[in-house]
């Protein structure tokens, strides 16, 4: 009956063509099913209050991309959340160090 669950990801080794010099980049994504988050979500400032985002939109004037993930990635210092209006239910993503974030489709939270 806990509303808590806690996941550890060890990552030991990332391959890397040594050829070619290409990184990699190391997505960690969890999906919730039937969630509905109104392109919503939000993340922490600086570990001090939680900052609200929405897919593809900016406060002080008009986004205009076609690079959908890289343009609503944003920091995270400790948590990412989002929230369904329907009965209130939020899932928050806490990590241990700062990282990169986003929901790029509802109920998908993703750290980079």
Do not use: C
């Amino acid at each position: 009956d806990s509303t808590t669950v806690e996941w550890e990801v060890q990552l030991h080794s990332i391959p890397v063509e040594t050829i070619k010099r290409k990184g990699k980049e190391v997505v960690v994504n969890w999906s919730v099913t039937a969630f509905d988050n109104d392109s919503t979500f939000y993340t922490d400032s600086n570990g001090l209050e939680m900052q609200k985002r929405v897919l593809n939109q900016r406060p002080d004037f008009t986004l205009q991309t076609d690079e959908i993930a890289s343009s609503n990635y944003y920091p995270i210092n400790s948590a990412i959340a989002i929230r369904r209006k329907s009965d209130n239910t939020q899932l928050t993503v806490m990590n241990d160090r700062s990282q990169g974030g986003s929901v790029l489709s509802s109920g998908s939270v993703e750290i980079m």
